[in-house]
């Protein structure tokens, strides 16, 4: 066991604050990992102030970890010392149910282990990147093949490969039109994704003064959602809508802009549902409302290599440790461009001064 610095919350309505916690030694198949860079995702803060009702305390949240390996087990033949890896959202799978065995780890039949908040579905507590180092099993570390901009790689672990997901699985590419609802972490990484893909790009915003932004990060077109004459005037055209919206919102607004056999993918987990769709939105055109969860450790391999071959990271603001709580309250007034990314040195600097 090694004595690891951390930040936690100790309940749904206290702040994260330094605390510490104990990480196994690394058994044969584990990898021992010195955590360099970990981005801030809305699901953090969700799982902090326990807006899902399934959080277990203390919490220590980061699930977009990217790090350098400082020691393998015997049986580890993967990864070596020294050498860059990420670690997104989850730990361990079973193996062995049909999803697993498929490589989609993430529709684990019998619940996969979360990075951290493991007894989400019904584990021992796991304790995620806001820490100094994380202890993983080799299948679930995943090789980073970026060679600068480690820090900006990171929200690929989790919002990278949250939106990837669901763009490849409806086989979004050149000839579509595509939108993506919310400019935030997720909503960043759809519309350079999507552009990337060769789609034609449609970003959707309640913020006016993220227009200039959205198009440098590759959109083609940019809709205020709350201009119903900007919206009309996509009515019946799109073949895909991704959604990372973190609050509830009017989904029919977006429905009715699908064409026939459009489909709409939530991505985004509000702590309270949405109102119902309108069954009419869907039954005339044939569209579907569907969901996607992450995605599993071999799309998530590809879509690293998807992005190192051609030069994608995230956009971020870089903090130290100390600075989570405001940067949670400023990501829940849509005030961050695009990623918040801790820097570990910070909390390792603070745990020294201890
Ligand atoms: P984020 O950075 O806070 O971005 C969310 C964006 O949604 C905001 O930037 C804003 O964009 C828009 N928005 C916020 N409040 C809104 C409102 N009331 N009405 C309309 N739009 C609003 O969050 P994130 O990290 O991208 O995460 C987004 C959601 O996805 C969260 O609920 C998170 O838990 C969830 N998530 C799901 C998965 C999965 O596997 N399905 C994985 C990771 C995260 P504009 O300013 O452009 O309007
Ligand atoms: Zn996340």
């Known amino acids: 066991m090694t004595r690891t610095a951390a930040y936690a919350t100790p309940a749904a309505d206290k702040p994260l604050r330094a605390h510490s916690i104990e990480r196994r030694a690394p058994g044969a198949h584990d990898v021992q990992i010195e955590i360099l860079y970990c981005g801030v995702c809305h699901s953090d803060l969700h799982t902090a102030r326990n807006e899902w009702h399934n959080t277990q305390y203390p919490c220590v949240p980061g699930h977009e970890i990217v790090g350098r390996v400082t020691a393998v087990g015997s049986e580890v033949k993967q990864f070596k010392a020294h050498d860059t890896v990420g670690v997104g959202c989850m730990v361990d799978s079973c193996g062995h149910c049909r999803p697993c065995r498929e490589g989609e780890e993430n529709y684990c ?46 929200p690929l672990l989790c919002a990278g490969i949250t939106t990837y997901s669901p763009l490849r699985h409806w086989n979004v590419g050149p000839g579509k039109k595509v939108g993506i ?4 972490g997720l909503g960043h990484m759809g519309v350079k994704l999507a552009h990337a893909m060769g789609a034609h790009v449609v970003l959707f915003t309640t913020s006016p003064n993220k227009e ?48 026939r056999d459009g489909t709409m993918c939530l991505v985004g987990a509000p702590a309270t549902p949405h109102p119902s769709p309108a069954v009419f939105n869907l039954i005339f055109k044939r569209r579907a409302l569907a969901g996607s969860l992450i995605g599993g450790i071999r799309e998530t391999q590809e879509m690293l290599d998807f992005c190192a071959e051609r030069g994608i990271v995230s956009d971020i603001e870089m903090i130290a440790m100390r600075d989570i709580n405001q940067a949670y309250e400023r990501m829940l007034k849509s005030d961050v461009k695009y990623r918040f990314v801790i820097d570990m040195q910070t909390l390792k600097d603070e745990a020294k001064a201890a």
């Open 109 to 154: 039949e019998n619940g996969f282990t979360a990075t951290y908040n493991g007894p989400m579905f019904g584990g021992e507590n796991t304790y995620g990147g806001y820490s100094t180092q994380i202890v993983v099993d080799e299948k679930f570390v995943l090789r980073i093949r970026h060679t600068a901009d480690l820090a900006a790689v990171a």
């Open 212 to 259: 200039a932004d959205a198009k440098r990060l590759g959109a083609d077109e940019v809709v205020i959602s709350k201009d119903s004459e900007q919206m009309s005037k996509h009515t019946g055209s799109f073949d895909f809508i991704l959604n990372t919206v973190a609050a509830p919102h009017d989904l029919d607004a977006y429905l009715a802009l699908l064409n």
């Open 181 to 184: 609802v919310g400019l935030g």
